[in-house]
């Protein structure tokens, strides 16, 4: 049975009212839910990651991401330690498989990974082992994705201290993601700003992909590589 302090058994207690959740904390900005997971799904088409590669979706909650990443990849695994979020992820989205033990998940085998707002919520002294965990999961070339809150981003700020999962959640600056990846052995560390417009704004956001370079964006997007050698 999962410890009450955990994280994992922290989500098992919001796993039913997740999603609702959510979309309370982001209503401020004009959108849904399914507007930020469709972001998410375009930045991802636009890094050109293969989609015949098997992707893990690594901390991957109830599956509200996974559910879109079917649409592109054509193997999709998901993983959480939350068992009672996998049991719903499992139920929304059949065409792919979840897990709720990473020693599940096979070594050197994907070829690509997505942690979606997954290292705020892990302390920060185990976030380096998390970070050599996925990168052991996935193939030499393979590339990780990381999706986080900008703390310089006040709206993304009042977002997460409106969200009641989120009370334990310690932000990451950007530059503190890329010194991370870099210390769990990643190559080729890049970051892009993204998110910027609410839906009142929304005619100017054809112009976000080249934003990427402004500080002010509400999440981050940062691309690792698993060295080859």
């Known amino acids: 049975m999962n410890d009450a302090r955990t994280p994992a058994a922290k989500f098992d207690q919001y796993a039913e009212g997740y999603s609702s959740l959510v979309a309370e904390s982001v209503r401020g900005s004009g959108e849904s839910n399914e507007y930020f997971l469709e972001y998410k799904l375009g930045c991802l088409e636009r890094l050109g990651l293969d989609p015949g590669a098997p992707l893990l979706d690594f901390g991957c909650g109830v599956g509200s991401l996974t559910r879109l990443l079917t649409r592109r990849f054509s193997t999709v695994h998901g993983y959480d330690p939350s068992v009672k979020s996998v049991e719903i992820a499992r139920a929304q989205v059949p065409s792919a498989s979840f897990y709720d033990q990473a020693s599940n998940l096979e070594d050197d085998h994907y070829g690509a990974a997505i942690?979606?707002?997954?290292?705020?919520?892990?302390?920060?002294?185990?976030?380096?082992?998390?970070l050599h965990t996925v990168r052991n999961k996935l193939r030499p070339g393979g590339k990780l994705v990381v999706f986080e809150h900008n703390p310089w981003n006040p709206l993304t700020r009042r977002a997460v201290a409106a969200c009641p999962f989120d009370d334990d959640a310690v932000l990451l600056w950007p530059g503190e993601v890329c010194r991370l990846l870099e210390g769990a052995g990643f190559e080729r560390v890049n970051l892009d700003y993204i998110v910027?417009?609410?839906?009142?704004?929304?005619p100017l956001r054809p112009f976000e992909p080249r934003l990427r370079w402004l500080f002010l964006g509400a999440q981050t997007m940062t691309v690792g590589t698993r060295a080859r050698g």
């Open 115 to 130: 942690l979606s707002c997954v290292l705020h919520h892990v302390p920060p002294g185990d976030r380096v082992g998390l």
């Open 196 to 202: 910027f417009f609410p839906r009142a704004l929304s």
